[in-house]
């Protein structure tokens, strides 16, 4: 009798705690699909970033592009670790400040480094409400018609790269390479 008691306290227990989860499991679940949506993102801003510097350095491209292109991956990186931070806190987990690997909230120690974790994890600031840049991601902090970090207009839609394919010049395949002679 004592066991079904037992057993009784503890499926109860489980109850409380599975019915306190679906709040936190919303927001966890929004905060990841925008976590995935900025890597995503930032992957894009790596591949044009990369092809304006190939098209640079055959002499047709244009610094000035590339310039911006690195302003853009830099807010980009800014805005995912924003959102890495936000994932974190919600998940109570913190990161290492030495090599950035992350452990439970209550850990004192880095399993990867062996520094001392900080007491507290730092809670990052809440996202300002409002519009932000197609381009970098910055926000739109007034009623300007360009964004301050990258130039892009904030009415326009987000910037669409050509296929790789058509920027790509000819690579000619019949070239010879000293030592392929068969004599």
Known sequence: MDYLKEFGKQVSHVARSVS????????????N??????EDALEKLYARYGKASYALNQGSGDARALEDLAVQVHAAQLRLGELTEQRDAAKQFK??????AVHPS??????????????EAPRPEP?????????????????EARC?????????PAPVSEPMAASMPEIAT???EPG???E
């Open 127 to 143: 996202m300002a409400e409002g519009e932000y840049c197609p381009g970098c991601g910055a926000l739109r902090e007034g009623g």
């Open 33 to 38: 699909a925008e976590v995935k949506a900025a």
């Open 174 to 176: 019949d070239i010879e």
């Open 95 to 100: 990161r290492c400040p030495s090599c950035g």
């Open 180 to 182: 392929d002679t068969i």
């Open 20 to 31: 306190g989860k679906p709040k936190g499991g919303s927001e966890l679940s929004r905060l």
């Open 148 to 156: 301050p970090v990258c130039g892009a207009y904030f009415d326009a």
């Open 106 to 119: 209550q850990a004192k120690f880095c399993s990867a480094c062996g520094k001392r974790l900080p007491d």
